[in-house]
């Protein structure tokens, strides 16, 4: 068997006729800046958007194989339908600035 060597693929951005991969990006609405380095992941409740959650154990699942679900320590919301969202750093410091403000 003979190994086929690998051609370099063609860059989107050059088969668009873009000038650069930031002007593809831009016109795409990427943002040049991926999340690169870390990235947090942040679980909300999705009935009073608090993060103060954690998984139990849930009975009515454990028949099935499940037996975890989200519960929310503040409102009492429980299920699987956990809102995640991934945050940079910087998402994450605008998170905890606008959490502190919200925080009577
Ligand atoms: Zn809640």
Known sequence: MAKKKEKMKTPDWIIEGYDSPAEYNKAK??????????????????KCHSDDVGLVLSNSDAEQGGGKEWECRKCKWKGKDIDEKELTEKELMEYMDKKGEGVA
């Open 29 to 46: 609405g990427i943002k040049s800046e991926k999340k690169v380095g870390k990235t947090f992941n942040i679980r909300e409740c999705p």
